[in-house]
């Protein structure tokens, strides 16, 4: 069973960009599909942005389609999401999650928390 461990969040203004890291501590991550929620105080968590295992295909909400690029790294173990243009309703704690098969995440890691200003 792969662990999952984020890090990147940060405090940013609106229009910066921030780069965030999803490593696994334990198990191949490259087994893994990956994809990228968020959560924002008082909403449900939501889908931002997913990654098969071989990277062939990535999906992204509309919300952040065009500002958000997942990647993965195989060789590095890593997958990352790249943001840009942020806005300050970009602020939430952004969790990555793993699974077997894509679209069913069976791992989580414990978050890290991105907050924009205006």
């Known amino acids: 069973q792969v662990q999952l461990v984020e890090s990147g969040g940060g405090l940013v203004q609106a229009g910066d960009s921030l780069r965030l890291s999803c490593e696994a501590s334990?198990?191949?991550?490259?087994?893994?599909?990956v994809a990228w929620f968020r959560q924002a105080p008082g909403k449900e968590r939501q889908f931002m942005a997913g990654?098969?295992?071989?990277?062939?295909?990535?999906f992204y909400a509309d919300s952040v389609k065009g500002r958000f690029t997942i990647s993965r790294d195989n060789v590095k173990k890593t997958a990352h999401l790249q943001m840009n243009n942020l806005k300050p309703e970009d602020t939430a704690i952004y969790y990555c999650?793993?699974?077997?098969?894509?679209?069913?995440?069976?791992?989580w890691g414990q978050g890290t928390q991105v907050s924009v200003s205006s």
């Open positions: 990654i098969r295992r071989s990277a062939s295909q990535t």
């Open positions: 999650a793993a699974g077997w098969q894509y679209g069913t995440w069976n791992t």
């Open positions: 334990e198990g191949i991550l490259s087994h893994y599909a």
